[in-house]
């Protein structure tokens, strides 16, 4: 048994040690040449927008599945694409500094970044998307017309939304849009983008509406359920989240690949 341990540790070793960089914006083409594909052929690509979120930063839906791709590559034996930072901002367009890309772009935009890591040798292309909105639906079907024409393999994971039973498990309750839970995430990322000084508590936040909708939406925190998900900026809690999100979205990629494996080899 130990003997089997041994030998399983030492492929691992070198499987890893042979990866000098995951991120593709710092690996050279001569190292990307030696490794991909035949020793990753799985790529990270985050997506995001700069939209405004409470009291952490307007970039957030970028900083979370940027810090997520770091946190999961090694385990994932995967790739970095560089986070595709600006998306399609929707009822929170009203705000400060904030862009949005219109679907006619970003569609063809997306596409194109799509098929670059299939051309570019990956079989496993995941989105770690950190948006929600109209963005989501657009990603889902780009990427699932990309795997079909191209002969790869796309997954497209909200992290939130993938997740909101860990939110549950860690804070007892429901999350929202800059709620307790995306807070935390980027809290446990780095706790300089959170301006705690500045939360007013539930004045800043509103809950999901039924019946209503208004552009721009009242609040930049919106909570999915009423009376849950105010952030509360405790850094352990925070810590925790971060872990078990990471390791959840960690198992889906590595479940889903071993599946994908044995419908085609
Ligand atoms: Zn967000």
């Given at each position: ?23 593709m ?10 490794v991909?594909?035949?020793?990753v ?5 985050p ?6 979120h ?8 970028n ?74 639906a657009?990603l ?9 024409e191209?002969?790869v ?6 992290w ?19 709620g307790?839970?995306e807070?935390?995430?980027?809290q ?7 301006k ?24 930049s ?10 952030p509360?900026?405790d ?7 971060f ?7 960690a ?14 080899g």
């Amino acid at each position: 048994m130990l003997k089997i341990l041994a030998v399983i540790f030492v492929a691992t070793l070198t499987v890893f040690a042979q990866v000098p960089e995951r991120e593709m914006d710092r690996i050279n083409w001569m190292e990307f040449k030696e490794v991909v594909p035949s020793k990753v052929d799985t790529v990270l690509l985050p997506t995001g927008t700069l939209e405004p979120h409470g009291v952490i930063n307007n970039g957030a839906d970028n900083t979370a599945p940027t810090a997520m791709a770091k946190a999961i590559a090694g385990k994932t034996n995967a790739m970095i694409a560089p986070t595709l930072n600006y998306g399609i901002t929707g009822s929170l367009e009203g705000y400060p500094g904030v862009f949005r890309i219109s679907e006619k772009a970003y569609r063809p935009f997306v596409r194109d970044i799509l098929e670059g890591l299939a051309k570019n040798g990956f079989k496993n292309i995941i989105i770690l998307n950190g948006h929600g909105g109209g963005q989501t639906a657009v990603l889902q079907s780009v990427a699932s017309e990309v795997a079909i024409e191209k002969g790869v393999r796309t997954l497209v994971v909200n992290w939130w939304s993938f997740a909101s039973d860990v939110t549950k498990e860690v804070f007892g309750e429901d999350g929202g849009h800059a709620g307790w839970n995306e807070t935390a995430y980027v809290q446990a990322t780095d706790p300089s983008l959170v301006k705690k000084e500045r939360y007013t508590g539930k004045d800043m936040t509103t809950a999901n509406p039924t019946g209503w909708t208004a552009t721009p939406f009242p609040s930049s925190i919106s909570l999915y359920k009423e009376g849950e998900g105010y952030p509360k900026f405790d850094q352990t809690k925070a810590d925790e989240y971060f872990r078990k999100v990471n390791e959840k979205i960690a198992n889906l990629i590595i479940e889903v690949r071993e599946k994908w494996e044995k419908i085609d080899g």
